[in-house]
């Protein structure tokens, strides 16, 4: 079993057997040239950068090949969970969602 600090280390994950890292803090770590430069060597790789990720930069990440998915903080701020404001939580959801062209209805 792994600890999530060494599978959060990109591709130092990829030795103990996986194949997606999380890049975190993305914004910090060069963004998504740093994460282009690390699939570079890593292509089988898949990289969810974390930090610094909005609403406003996600689509840049999502446009490489070797990011599936992104993770931000804005869509559930501590706030808004301490507040109950779950409409506000699942409709930034749902921005996100659409933004990355994946809003389309599963239920």
């Known amino acids: 079993m792994a600890r999530r600090r060494d599978c959060d280390r990109g591709p130092a994950s990829q030795t103990i057997g996986n194949s997606h890292g999380e890049v975190r803090p993305a914004d910090r ?4 040239a740093a994460i282009a430069a690390l ?7 898949s990289f ?9 930069n996600m689509s840049e990440y999502l446009a490489h090949g070797s990011v599936p998915a992104v993770s931000g903080s804005w869509m559930v701020a ?11 939580i699942e409709a ?5 969602m659409s933004l990355s ?3 389309r209805n599963d239920g």
């Open 78 to 88: 501590r706030k808004l969970v301490v507040d109950r404001k779950f409409d506000r």
């Open 48 to 56: 969810v950068p974390s930090g610094g990720v909005s609403a406003g």
């Open 29 to 32: 770590l060069g963004g998504i």
């Open 39 to 45: 699939a570079a060597p890593f292509s089988d790789m």
């Open 92 to 96: 930034l959801s749902r921005e996100a």
């Open 101 to 103: 062209g994946a809003d």
